[in-house]
């Protein structure tokens, strides 16, 4: 997207060599979600709190350096295993909610997914996408391997 305005999102599609459920349950599992959602590899302990359910809510938190960086938001949209609609905010970082659509397609044997983060600030959109990318790849190497 070239948008700047305030509405600005960031929309991103690839391609897993995982089947849809197994895709779906590594956004939905907390054992799975912890080995790569909204942290790194250099992180120091994590825990995933996710009740998967239209209105429950979701809390993760990844200590890096000795910070807690604690991401939360609520359920939306609960289609297993097609579709997951969620609110995203950081506190540390701001007081705004994001909403982030992820979209999961059969493909073959894998899967296609497209996100969308919607209500993402353009000066956040470079960074944000930076950051799914690493995410995706630590989800291909250990949550649906």
């Known amino acids: 997207m070239t948008q700047t305005t305030a509405a600005q999102g960031l929309r ?7 089947s849809p459920e197994r895709l779906f349950e590594a956004w939905t599992e907390p054992n ?23 209105g429950g809510k979701w809390t993760i938190v990844d200590r890096r350096d000795g910070v807690d960086y604690r991401a939360l ?18 506190p540390l970082f701001s007081p705004a ?3 982030v659509v992820v979209e999961i397609a059969p493909d073959g ?7 969308i983060q919607e ?3 353009a ?8 950051g799914w990318r690493e995410m995706f790849d630590l989800l291909e190497r250990t949550a649906i391997s």
């Open 109 to 115: 044997q894998g899967s296609i997914l497209t996100l």
């Open 119 to 121: 209500r993402l600030p």
């Open 73 to 90: 938001g609520e359920y939306l949209e609960v289609d297993r295993p097609r579709r997951l609609v969620f609110s995203f905010g950081m």
């Open 32 to 54: 799975l979600a912890s080995r790569w959602l909204f942290t790194t590899a250099s992180r120091e302990s994590h825990s995933a709190e996710l009740d998967v359910r239209v």
């Open 123 to 130: 000066e956040a959109v470079a960074a944000t996408e930076q």
């Open 12 to 18: 991103m599609t690839r391609r897993f060599d995982a």
């Open 97 to 99: 909610f994001d909403r």
